[in-house]
T-cell receptor
């Protein structure tokens, strides 16, 4: 199966610790997106990359959040000094180069719990 | 910012019934997508719509892109137990790549 993969699937951390999540997009998809989903809500956009360039960041992405996609393939999302409000499902998606390229395919998500 | 209003928030139906749900916005969207999410998993793309008035089917699912470009509908015919889950509409506005999601419709099926 060559879908979007995310690692880890679950992360429990103590408040104040740093965490890093990884996303591997579908092979040859040049766009990669990060979303955050809290219980009972739809996903909310955080940021997206086209190849290695980060083209848009939501105001939800505070200074404690940073995302990278250094070689235009996998991406990492780091949260520094975690807070309880960061507890959520972090979803990664990718979309293809060719039209139509608005179809985003999601990974299984990383569930973060901050205690 | 753009918001999508999905209704109903939840549905309780009998197996075999047809289901209808919709999504509306005060803004014009140029793409509409419908996703299904199971507990603990990421959303799975069901149908994508690109033109106003477009009607697209995927098996027992049919979705339409509203002619005003401010709404979309999803119908499921002859529901089966595996249709249980949360259905999300999502869309993009002109010039943007990010998806804006609705709040979801939770579908429960009584066998």
């Amino acid at each position: 199966d060559t879908g979007v993969s995310q690692d880890p699937r679950h992360k429990i951390t103590k408040r104040g610790q740093n965490v890093t999540f990884r996303c591997d997009p579908i092979s040859e998809h040049n766009r990669l997106y990060w979303y955050r989903q809290t219980l009972g809500q739809g996903p909310e956009f955080l940021t997206y990359f086209q190849n290695e360039a980060q083209l848009e960041k939501s105001r939800l992405l505070s200074d404690r959040f940073s995302a990278e996609r250094p070689k235009g393939s996998f991406s990492t999302l780091e949260i520094q000094r975690t807070e309880q409000g960061d507890s959520a499902m972090y979803l990664c998606a990718s979309s293809p180069k060719t039209e139509p390229n608005y179809e985003q395919y999601f990974g299984p998500g990383t569930r973060l719990t901050v205690t | 910012g753009q918001q999508l209003n999905q209704s109903p928030q939840s549905m309780f139906i009998q197996e075999g019934e047809d289901v209808s749900m919709n999504c509306t916005s005060s803004s014009i969207f140029n793409t509409w997508l419908w996703y299904k999410q199971d507990p603990g998993e990421g959303p799975v793309l069901l149908i994508a719509l690109y033109k106003a008035g477009e009607l697209t089917s995927n098996g027992r699912l049919t979705a339409q892109f509203g002619t005003t470009r401010k709404d979309s509908f999803l119908n499921i015919s002859a529901s089966i137990p595996s249709d249980v889950g949360i259905y999300f509409c999502a869309g993009t506005i002109q010039g943007a790549q990010k998806l804006v999601f609705g709040q979801g419709t939770r579908l429960t099926i009584n066998p």
